[in-house]
């Protein structure tokens, strides 16, 4: 991917974590306030509304586009942040195969987790 | 102005002085200096080396703002020595310092050699295809007042260096491009005669170059000539996302139009202008 | 000339943060790497966490008994601080960035009207608005909240 691929992403993944994050923090910060959301009412973070939305397909799939937006933008800010410090070509390079495998990996555990959930909360 | 009028007051300058043959590290020194209104900071340098030490060294040649060659970090900002008067950055103390993110070569003055070398990557003259006309013009290239304004911002760089002394990557990365080069590299891809876009992308678009850019805004408000590095840079963006989504229409470079007979000129002379003054 | 002969004067990270006397859009920047780095930092620590409810109530209950402390709360705080700002500046920066709101190319007279200049309301917008966020995520973490 040249750079203005990848710098469009970044963006894009950034508009998206600006909505889906923003309803998410909406959702868990906002409760006393807007109380979206929250079908037994109450704290966002009890385990009645844990539940009830780990039951809902879309916020599992809006969870999995959150967590890989976030990521991919997170990381990719965190790899422009290092490599603007000068660091050698070398350096360069491991720090982005670095990134792209801590990525991954935390890709696979929170989408394991948007998922696995889900039948929890079902069965 | 009357003599009286003019307000003479001692300031302590503090120059930044470095000498590659004895210093590591740049060292402060303090000299008293009689500033009168209206006396600029090369001024005050030229009065210091003439008066006080004769080893200060710094570099000039116009004094009028127009080569870019005697930037330096005045009062914690870089301006241009000889566009700024010294009563007007302060009444008590001024500091010298040589421009930052670059080499010092001796006292005030930087190594401005990497910023040209950068300059030279952007292909920084108008790229076109048709190297016949180029060579053997047919006629001249005429351009709409909308056409010269989009880039006419952009071409009163002096190449100074003050933009990049304020650039926040430009102060840990040596490697990158910068907002001089990049700026340049602005002017001539919106220029209608130009057609170099897709042969500047590869070193625009790159790593290192103008995604690095984060929109501090640093280099727009010190540029001594109001050429707004930042706005090119971020219009420059705006390109490189419309190329990759395809939606960057290529119009084609400004054709040559023949130039007028100038024979046929010449038997309409132009009127005299009238007189204006008695004879 | 020899490189060793001459002195760096490289401005380093410190560039960055303290650069010296500028413009806020400066110390905007410098926000947002922080606040990015701390929204990463936060990120990965809770994926780790908010998956523990993966294994049921007991013990998510477990887990979120554990959060339940003042330390977590402030914590919890300065991630409504860091999101809020960096969201509202990012969306700044996705417009500046692309190339809107910096006003167009014109004849530079002095004294020189820059982008920074025209782009200026928007950066104290994002000032007030993440500051009215920041309230609101306030008095419902530290006076609403069940």
New interface residues.
Partial sequence: MNKTASWFWFIAAGVAVFIIGGLHMAVIHLDGIAGIFNPAGGSSLAWENVSGRNGSLVFAVSYVILLGAALYHGLYGLYNIVSELGISEKANGLLKKALLAAGVALFTVGAYAAFAARFITVS | MKRQDVQERIISVYIHR?D??S????RAVLYELAVEQGMTVLDGLHRIKETQDPTLAFRFSCRMGVCGSCAMLI???PMLACNTQILDVTDKALTVA????????RDLV??LAPLFKKHVQVNPYIVRTDGHEMESPSGEFIQTPEEL??????T?CIKCGACVA?C??A??????LGPMALAQAYRYI?DSRDDGFHSRKSVV???K?V????????C??V?P????P???I??M??E??R???LMRRHTAPLKARALNDKSKEKKTPLPVPPYTVDR | MTDNKTSGNRLGVKGWFAGGRWGMERYIYAIHRLTGLGLLLFLTIHIFESSMRIYGAPVWERTMAFLDHPLFAAGEFLIIIGFAFHAINGLRLVFLELGFGVGKAIEPVYPYRTSVQVQRPLAIAVMILSALLIAAGGIDLFFIRP
């Fill in positions: 470095f590659p043959t210093d590591k590290k740049p009062n914690g900002k040589p421009l930052p993110n670059f080499r010092v070569v930087p190594d304004i989009k880039y006419l911002q952009f009163y304020a926040p990557t102060a840990t990365d040596e490697n990158y919106v678009g790159a790593d170059a995604f690095n850019c984060h929109y501090a805004g640093e727009s408000a540029c000539k109001g050429v707004d930042a706005r090119a971020q219009f963006k705006r490189l996302v190329d990759y989504l």
